[in-house]
T-cell receptor, first 116, second 113 residues
Framework: AQKVTQAQTEISVVEKEDVTLDCVYE???????LFWYKQPPSGELVFLIRRNSFDEQNEISGRYSWNFQKSTSSFNFTITASQVVDSAVYFCALISVGGSNYKLTFGKGTLLTVNP | EAGVVQSPRYKIIEKKQPVAFWCNPISGHNTLYWYRQNLGQGPELLIR????????DSQLPKDRFSAERLKGVDSTLKIQPAELGDSAVYLC???????????FGQGTRLTVV
């Protein structure tokens, strides 16, 4: 069984603040992939990043950065200098590929509101 | 390149009526997912296809839901008869490999009245 937990249901910040979205996952497989998706008010899920279980190197893309720590089963997402356009629901997701039957499992999401 | 295309975008039906959703995945993507997303929740898997084969339909309510993916390309999800609790957004996604990122369509927002 696999599970993704996003403990923060809602976060509200003021523009230019840094914000971190937490993600904790569970899986018995050693080979898996982690993802973050953004869902703006328009509703479409937009892919942000993918990490595989063998690569713990942190990644930075512009104002976005991701911290993957296998020791704590966490894959946290930080937005630096947040902007109003970052307001959306963010989902962390996991797929384990150790067996033949795999599925992409999502957390419940974190609603981020960035106020001007 | 076109993304995942879903239709219709919105659908309002009365309970007990049938409804169908259509999805055209990204060309070349063998894996196709149907998800249901309730308000304030994350997407929940209904069914996964590998080509034309439904390899995971364990969470599909088979008494009223059915799906097909003829020829391993586009797919249809059907509900018959619809219930009030089926009101949700139905999302289709496709991916090119086991660990590859999934690309989502815009979804179909179903309202059952």
């Amino acid at each position: 069984a696999q599970k993704v937990t996003q403990a923060q249901t809602e976060i509200s910040v003021v523009e230019k603040e840094d914000v971190t979205l937490d993600c904790v996952y569970e899986t018995r497989d050693t080979t898996y992939y982690l993802f973050w998706y953004k869902q703006p008010p328009s509703g479409e899920l937009v892919f942000l990043i993918r990490r595989n279980s063998f690569d713990e190197q942190n990644e930075i893309s512009g104002r976005y950065s991701w911290n993957f720590q296998k020791s704590t089963s966490s894959f946290n997402f930080t937005i630096t200098a947040s902007q109003v356009v970052d307001s959306a629901v963010y989902f962390c997701a996991l797929i384990s590929v150790g067996g033949s039957n795999y599925k992409l499992t999502f957390g419940k999401g974190t609603l981020l509101t960035v106020n001007p | 390149e076109a993304g995942v295309v879903q239709s219709p975008r919105y659908k309002i039906i009365e309970k007990k009526q049938p409804v169908a959703f259509w999805c055209n995945p990204i060309s070349g993507h063998n894996t196709l997912y149907w998800y249901r997303q309730n308000l304030g929740q994350g997407p929940e898997l209904l069914i996964r296809y590998e080509n034309e084969e439904a390899v995971d339909d364990s969470q599909l309510p088979k008494d009223r839901f059915s799906a097909e993916r003829l020829k391993g390309v586009d797919s249809t999800l059907k509900i018959q008869p619809a219930e009030l609790g089926d009101s949700a957004v139905y999302l289709c996604a496709s991916t090119g490999g086991a660990g590859a990122e999934a690309f989502f369509g815009q979804g179909t927002r179903l309202t059952v009245v």
